[in-house]
T-cell receptor
């Protein structure tokens, strides 16, 4: 079974600064997908960024980018130019390429606090 | 285009009772997944429905059951409620095929269940 580990319960960042969230995962598979989801106080999970394991290039979405290290099984998220609206719980998630479409394995989450 | 909607938003039950939670998928989506999110934890996959059939299940006992209707709305039923069933229940919809490539799920805001 795959496991996803987020070792940082909380990270604090000042507006306009950069913060990096860590995520490691354990799998014996070679084909899979990785995601970062954001959960604000409204509780609705929102996809931030995704990465296909077969792609070596790191995914980027505006101010959000990842550092995907397949051999190390590491998938960190960098938030640049942090904004107050980035404050939320961030979850790293894994999906096997052979699993049900909607079956994601989530980590425990990292709370991001943004200070003015 | 309407998003994923869930009802009720909050409810309180007592141990041993039964509960039904409802989800209306995003327009055009034919797959629905249900997750349980205990306080301070990441979501845990319960099961997924595609074309009214369960086609993937997590590590949850049979007293967790579901239905998907022809209009792709869905229900999660939990029998013989236990105190540990207290959690946020999230519904997520996707379009089969699309999620297989991107894994993008569209989540509702959840139903907060408290079992006393």
């Amino acid at each position: 079974a795959q496991t996803v580990t987020q070792s940082q319960p909380e990270m604090s960042v000042q507006e306009a600064e950069t913060v990096t969230l860590s995520c490691t995962y354990d799998t014996s598979e070679s084909d899979y997908y990785l995601f970062w989801y954001k959960q604000p106080p409204s509780r609705q999970m929102i996809l931030v960024i995704r990465q296909e394991a077969y792609k070596q290039q790191n995914a980027t979405e505006n101010r959000f980018s990842v550092n995907f290290q397949k051999a190390a099984k590491s998938f960190s998220l960098k938030i640049s130019d942090s904004q107050l609206g980035d404050a939320a719980m961030y979850f790293c998630a894994y999906r096997s390429a052979t699993d049900s479409w909607g079956k994601l394995q989530f980590g425990a989450g990292t709370q991001v606090v943004v200070t003015p | 285009e309407t998003g994923v909607t869930q009802s009720p938003t909050h409810l309180i039950k007592t141990r041993g009772q039964q509960v039904t939670l409802r989800c209306s998928s995003q327009s055009g989506h034919n797959t629905v997944s249900w997750y349980q999110q205990a306080l301070g934890q990441g979501p845990q996959f319960i099961f997924q429905y595609y074309r009214e059939e369960e086609n993937g299940r997590g590590n949850f006992p049979p007293r967790f059951s579901g239905l998907q209707f022809p209009n792709y709305s869905s229900e999660l039923n939990v029998n013989a409620l236990e105190l540990d069933d207290s959690a946020l229940y999230l519904c997520a919809s996707s379009l089969a095929g699309l999620a297989g490539v991107t894994g993008e799920l569209f989540f509702g805001e959840g139903s907060r269940l408290t079992v006393l």
